[in-house]
């Protein structure tokens, strides 16, 4: 009796948790793929239409250039983030002096919600207020610097404020992989002869697969739903030049009354993260049997 409710205590202690999950989270997303074959407009309901919603989507210019800018900032987004990551980590990997004070220093951005990121980035790049206004109040008036409301570069704005402030994360993951490299390997190659770059370059960098393989899954689930630095950065403007999959969600949904058309990109978008997670647990899975 005792092992029982050893057993059955903490079941029953996590099934509240458990099944709100299940409703609030495997429940709506099951809702949301509902409402998507549907003709809801304002309000949901229920007049069956199938696909004829995701037929309407990729027909659509604007959802178009929501993937295309997408594509632009996911892999900028994710490409500089790792380098600068990895540049970061070898740094702070070669033991240098107020590595405790410096580390914070990397991680803070990671503190700050895309909110903040966002709006503070806006008064920087804004050329009224921002630094465009600075160097000219410095004198040098010749200095130009309208990327925020210019329809072909604002995209790299969005690019610049997500960079800043996940790049000490993936510091962190990747100098957590760097102390997790055995020291009798290194020591073994530098008896042989091997440069610090060549180390890390042939030996450090090769074992740390996993760590990029994480690096690239965090980042990429962050650009696809990326939302709220969209809004307080830029709003998807100018016109729609940094419109993103998560901003043309909501706007169909709540702004242009197409339910239905919103529900079937945000489908789109859950595919997008499946398509990059599944491979991911499928294998780290394996390779833990393979252990």
Do not use: C
């Amino acid at each position: 009796m005792k092992f029982l409710i050893q057993r059955w205590i903490p079941r029953l202690v996590l099934a509240p948790s458990f099944l709100l999950v299940v409703l609030f989270v495997y429940g709506f997303i099951l809702y949301t793929g509902y409402l998507s074959m549907t003709d809801s407009k304002m309000l949901p309901s229920y007049g069956w239409v199938g696909f004829e919603n995701y037929s309407r989507l990729f027909g659509l210019r604007h959802w178009n250039t929501a993937v295309t800018n997408l594509a632009i900032f996911g892999i900028l987004y994710i490409g500089i983030s790792s380098a600068l990551g990895l540049f970061l980590a070898i740094l702070l990997d070669q033991k240098i002096r107020a590595e405790g004070f410096i580390r914070p220093i990397y991680l803070y951005p990671m503190a700050l919600s895309f909110i903040v990121t966002g709006t503070a980035w806006k008064w920087f790049l804004d050329p009224g207020i921002g630094i465009e206004n600075t160097m000219h109040a410095w004198g040098w008036a010749s200095f130009h610097f309208d990327w925020i409301k210019n329809r072909d570069y604002a995209i790299y704005t969005v690019v610049m404020a997500a960079v800043w402030q996940s790049s000490g994360f993936v510091m962190a993951m990747f100098l957590a992989g760097l102390r997790g490299v055995d020291n009798e390997i290194i020591k073994a190659a530098q008896i042989d002869g091997a440069s610090g770059v060549t180390i890390y370059r042939r030996i450090i960098i090769p074992m740390m697969r996993p760590v990029f393989l994480s690096a690239f899954v965090v980042l990429a689930h962050l650009a696809i739903k990326a939302y709220d630095l969209v809004i307080a950065l830029t709003g998807g403007g100018p016109g729609r030049a940094t419109e993103l999959p998560a901003t043309f969600m909501y706007s169909y949904t709540f702004t242009r009354n197409q339910m239905g058309v919103g529900a079937s990109s945000a489908i789109i978008m859950l595919i997008m993260i499946f398509s990059i997670i599944v491979p991911y647990v499928y294998s780290e899975l394996k390779s833990g049997d393979q252990q």
